[in-house]
């Protein structure tokens, strides 16, 4: 390969990179708006989703480029596509950011409901697996990307067990309605997060090792 494609696929992955980072720090950012009740924070999340869109479209372009002026083999083309759909999932968990964030807003109008111990547990196991799963895409590790995958399951549990608690104080009294149906919808914005991580999880896995698990049972 000559050295202006070497140079674009390492643009392509820096971009991502990039994207990945600055889609961690939002959800972080969010969770954190919520259990510390900070508007400023809420605020942050969503002033940085237009940076991550822009990214998003500067990936897709970059791929676009590549393909057109480089006429690549079959592994590049696979590289380009799921390229492509990583950013196209970076950019959703970043919208679930801000859904997290404008209800955190919403909670820090009112009275605390409960403590939120499981909410950024199940941020943190995601922020893990995100992290994990572009590790494995820059360093071509589809072992790494296929241990993120049942984690996922693991946010699942933490989300089921968050609906309970809150279902029963909805069944407690009528005032804790609002604020509980808010945290449910955190917790699965979160739990919808890591559904995509599990996505980029497969697909990185489909690059390294030729495989594709998406839809298997058990996956």
């Not at 919403?106 to 572009?134: F, G, R, S």
């Amino acid at each position: 390969m000559s050295h202006p494609f070497e140079a674009q696929l390492a643009h392509i992955r820096e971009t991502l990179l990039l994207m990945s980072t600055l889609t961690d720090r939002s959800l972080s950012l969010a969770v954190r708006a919520v259990v510390e009740r900070d508007n400023s924070l809420a605020d942050l999340v969503e002033a940085s989703d237009g940076e991550i869109d822009q990214l998003e479209v500067a990936v897709d372009d970059l791929v676009v480029t590549y393909m057109a002026t480089h006429g690549p083999i079959a592994r590049d083309s696979r590289m380009m596509l799921i390229a492509s759909k990583i950013s196209s999932s970076l950019e959703r968990i970043a919208d679930q950011a801000t859904t997290i964030a404008r209800r955190a807003r919403a909670l820090n109008q009112e009275p605390p409901l409960i403590a939120v111990e499981d909410i950024p547990a199940m941020a943190t196991l995601t922020q893990e697996m995100l992290q994990e799963a572009i590790t494995s895409f820059v360093e071509g590790r589809y072992e790494l990307a296929q241990a993120v995958i049942p984690r996922d399951k693991e946010v699942d549990e933490l989300n089921r067990r968050i609906a309970k608690k809150l279902i029963n104080l909805m069944i407690e009294s009528p005032d804790n309605v609002n604020r509980a149906v808010h945290l449910m919808t955190i917790a699965k914005a979160i739990e919808r997060a890591a559904d995509h991580v599990q996505n980029i999880a497969e697909e990185v896995f489909y690059l390294f090792s030729g495989q594709d698990i998406r839809h298997e049972p058990g996956a």
